[in-house]
């Protein structure tokens, strides 16, 4: 066989190195969650029961469960499920009972305490007063969840944890997605195999299972349960005809580019070309979603900036009085949305000197922040000024942090596609700042821009929400800058 060319031979040795059972119970990462949610909900029921028999004595006509419980403890529960949703506790790392399961049930049990005291509160018409009852309810739910979830994760180890997924002829990016991949104990995709040509030596195959007879792709998916394969640009057309026959039998066949995408939740920058950005960032146009958001933030910024109108004078205050000597408020030129420049404002947390040698990217621990700045920074009580970008509409609530036009002229020379991050407005948290923290080089903006490019290409109004409540969370937990 000469080299470069595919091996097409019979091939059925793979058949009995898996049982069938494999096929029907595998598990996908959507039926888990959709299992863990229903089991909560249930949990969350069962602990409304066991607190009116406990402390109500039944639940007989006396006690009007069904009228004056049911009806309002299930509109709090959708409240509650939401929250755990945020604090990821229907992640991979919460699927087990760890302690990354124990520090999000214990954060999404404060805010929910928190939520439902406020929500009987206000909610006067509903004639209960739970007080110490929502305190007893928290309690038991907290029991009955660890008991349910230690029960799932059981559960989810007796059958597949994981599904299997096929590289097909990956190139130098794609062969590393496939290893780092294969290595990620908590992924629920199993590399089951490489098919490739050249199955030589490769310090990015490792223990790779790999194959240079693309015959075999038809016995991986029949008796296996092989449904995806991730094909690169650079797989040949004389292997198409059996993708085709693959497609017709169920199996997604996805490029490289768009599978780790989703499975991670960025642009992969290394792995995607050009044709494939042009692709997938080709309609810059908002349409209703853009008309819905535009009318939010405005509606938002002018409503926050009433409201806290006495803290927003209380901060101003502080940061003339022990925020060493400059003006209250700071301003600086950003790049927005197609590259327009406008000025940002925040309240000043810098000394006057700070950039004397020029323009500096902020670091974590930055020694160049007053002792104020460094609570307002911690707080996010500095960003209040932006309200005002908000209402201007050079600014929304969601999108890309916008960043200085010094550091995106350097930006873009080192960066590919950079400049696609300004095709929507900048805004004062995004999906970058919830899934990577602090960003002082040109590495980190390579990083954050995988996250920014995810953010432009799947906005909506979903994600927005998403993103408000979990940058709300990390307020809450005091996740400063």
């Known amino acids: 066989m000469a080299s470069g060319e595919w091996r097409v031979v019979k091939d059925h040795s793979l058949a009995t190195r898996h049982p069938p059972l494999v096929t029907t119970m595998a598990m996908t990462s959507r039926t888990r969650n959709w299992i863990l949610l229903v089991g909560d909900a249930a949990m969350l029921y069962a602990a409304l029961i066991l607190m009116l028999i406990t402390r109500v004595g039944g639940l007989d006509e006396h006690t009007g469960f069904w009228v004056y419980y049911f009806r309002p403890f299930t509109a709090l529960n959708l409240i509650w499920l939401a ?8 992640s991979i790392r919460a699927w087990r009972v760890s302690w990354k399961f124990f520090q999000s049930l214990l954060t999404a049990t404060v805010i929910n305490g928190a939520i439902g005291a406020i929500f009987f509160y206000f909610n006067t018409a509903t004639g209960i007063s739970p007080k110490a009852s929502l305190f007893a309810l928290l309690g038991l739910f907290t029991v009955l969840i660890i008991a349910w979830r230690y029960a799932a ?10 599904e299997p997924v096929v590289f097909l002829e990956p190139g130098r990016v794609s062969l590393k997605f496939a290893a780092e991949l294969a290595a990620e104990a908590s992924s629920p995709w199993r590399v089951e195999a490489i098919v490739t040509r050249d199955c030589g030596p490769s310090d990015e195959l490792g223990n790779l299972k790999c194959h240079h007879d693309v015959s075999v792709l038809p016995t991986l998916v029949n008796e296996i349960g092989v449904r995806t394969i991730v094909v690169d640009d650079l797989a040949h057309q004389e292997v198409q005809p059996i993708l085709y026959d693959l497609m017709l039998s169920g199996v997604a066949v996805r490029d490289a580019a768009s599978f780790w995408e989703e499975v991670h939740g960025v642009v992969p920058l290394e792995a995607a070309n050009a044709d494939w950005f042009m692709n997938s960032f080709a309609d810059v146009r908002g349409g209703y979603y853009y008309v819905f958001k535009r009318s939010v933030d405005a509606a938002a910024a002018a ?4 409201l806290f109108s006495w803290l927003i004078l209380i901060v101003a205050v502080s940061v003339k009085l022990f925020g060493g000597p400059g003006p209250i408020l ?9 590259g327009k420049i406008f000025t940002l404002y925040k309240f000043r947390t810098m000394r006057l000197d700070a950039e004397k040698d020029g323009a500096q990217w902020s670091v974590k621990d930055d020694p160049r922040v007053t002792n104020l700045g460094r609570f307002l920074r911690h707080t996010h009580l500095d960003e209040f000024p932006q309200l005002w970008n908000i209402l201007r509409g050079e600014m929304s609530f969601i999108g890309p942090r916008p960043e200085r036009p010094e550091f995106v002229e350097k930006l873009r020379q080192e960066i590919p596609f950079y400049s696609l991050r300004h095709l929507v407005k900048p805004g004062i ?8 923290r602090y960003g002082a080089s040109v590495e980190d903006a390579r990083r954050k821009l995988s996250y920014d ?16 409540l979990k940058t709300g969370t990390m307020v809450f937990r005091g996740e400063g800058r």
């Open 153 to 162: 994760s059981r559960a989810f180890s007796a059958v597949a944890l994981t």
């Open 303 to 306: 409503a926050l900036m009433l």
């Open 453 to 468: 490019l995810f953010y432009v290409k799947h906005r909506s109004l979903f994600l927005d929400v998403q993103i408000a």
């Open 83 to 90: 929250v755990f949703f945020i604090n990821d506790l229907y």
């Open 330 to 338: 700071f301003s600086q030129r950003r790049v927005g949305r197609f």
């Open 429 to 436: 948290t995004g999906w970058a700042q919830i899934n990577y």
